[in-house]
């Protein structure tokens, strides 16, 4: 794969304020890749940068293999799409697509081949004559988008634009997005605090913990092989086990069972493995497709936490005594 972006000895600071430490980060043609992390560690200020709206205290950007540290963001070959979509309001949504081919002064007949295929492209082309304040919100992030691709950017840049989306819709446009840029082959870097969001979306997920990477892997190796206690606790749930000069052992709630305290574990069923903890339940969640339950262990009061699905044949219930078990290919041993 060729090289579409790297990020070398960036750091950032804002007055005395250090945002980004150090980072080295390479980006290839064509893929998807997510930025993902809490509010404030710094995931937006490294998209900014790539974009040109903010410059590095040290080191270089290259787009391309073009060092674009000291251009200015019109002159990079890169858009942005923000989570606000920035549409202006007395604007079709032809007019909006246009806008900035106008500021580029591209030939009037070449403005409408590329607005057309943009058109097509996100499936705007019966809503073009229209304001964005009579579309949804998901019409509008779709125009966002198209106004960003009419500009053949080799990166699109995008900072949270489901955010401010309903639940629905925001899985509808997840599965969208993808699709786009699967069909365009373009390059996407996109921001979001989300972890399901770029689980679904993703080929990569690089997670940012107060301006380091922290894992950059493929969304299945993030989830299944996370590479520290803040990777396990910010992708997906996990339980967590610290035994004496033993590292921390993550157990994701899927991989742990239950049953009765009362089983002979001498006269196990083969394919089961001997209880590990024995504790109560005391809490059960309804979640829609699965009952969370929350056992608390007798030895130490931690709380654990494992899926109840409808299907199962035994259904725990508050102040039951169980035993939990685990097969030990299932554990994960993570840094603190």
């Known amino acids: 794969m060729e090289e579409m972006i790297r990020l070398e000895n960036i750091t950032k600071k804002f007055d005395d304020n250090i945002i980004i430490p150090k980072i080295n980060l390479t ?26 709206l ?29 989570q606000n979509y920035a549409l202006f309001p007395h604007m079709t949504v032809r007019e909006n697509i246009r806008f900035g081919l106008l500021m580029k002064k591209v030939p009037r007949e070449e403005q409408d081949q590329r607005i057309d295929q943009v058109l097509y492209l996100t499936q705007l082309e019966k809503l073009q004559d229209r304001l964005p304040q009579q579309m949804s919100g998901g019409q509008q992030q779709r125009v966002a988008i198209a106004r960003a691709l009419v500009n053949n950017p080799k990166v699109l840049l995008l900072d949270e634009p489901l955010g401010a989306l309903d639940y629905k819709l925001r899985k509808k446009m997840q599965l969208e997005l993808k699709n786009l840029q699967h069909g365009l082959g373009l390059t996407f870097i996109y921001v979001t605090h989300d972890q399901e969001e770029a689980l679904t979306m993703s080929d990569r997920v690089i997670i940012i913990n107060a301006g380091r990477i922290e894992q950059d892997d493929a969304p299945n190796k993030l989830y299944n092989e996370p590479a520290s206690t803040f990777v396990a606790n910010f992708v997906g749930e996990s339980n967590f086990f610290t035994e004496e000069n033993s590292p921390t052992i993550v157990i994701r709630p899927e991989k742990i069972n239950l049953r009765p305290e009362e089983v002979d ?62 097969f030990d290919k299932d554990e994960v041993k993570v840094n603190a």
């Open 54 to 82: 903010e410059t590095p205290t040290t080191g270089k950007v290259y787009i391309d293999n073009e060092d674009v540290t000291a251009l200015a963001p019109y002159k990079r070959n890169v858009n942005m799409v923000f």
């Open 265 to 326: 574990e001498t006269k196990l069923p083969e394919g089961q493995a001997p209880s590990k903890y024995f504790g109560t339940v005391v809490d059960l969640v309804f979640c829609g497709n699965i009952d969370k339950v929350y056992v608390r262990l007798d030895n130490n009061n931690q709380i654990v936490m494992t899926y109840q699905y409808f299907d199962d044949v035994k259904r725990w219930q508050i102040d039951d005594r169980v035993g939990i078990w685990w």
């Open 27 to 52: 980006i290839y043609d064509g893929e998807f890749v997510t930025l993902l992390g809490p509010s404030g560690c710094g995931k937006t200020t490294l998209l900014r940068m790539i974009a040109g």
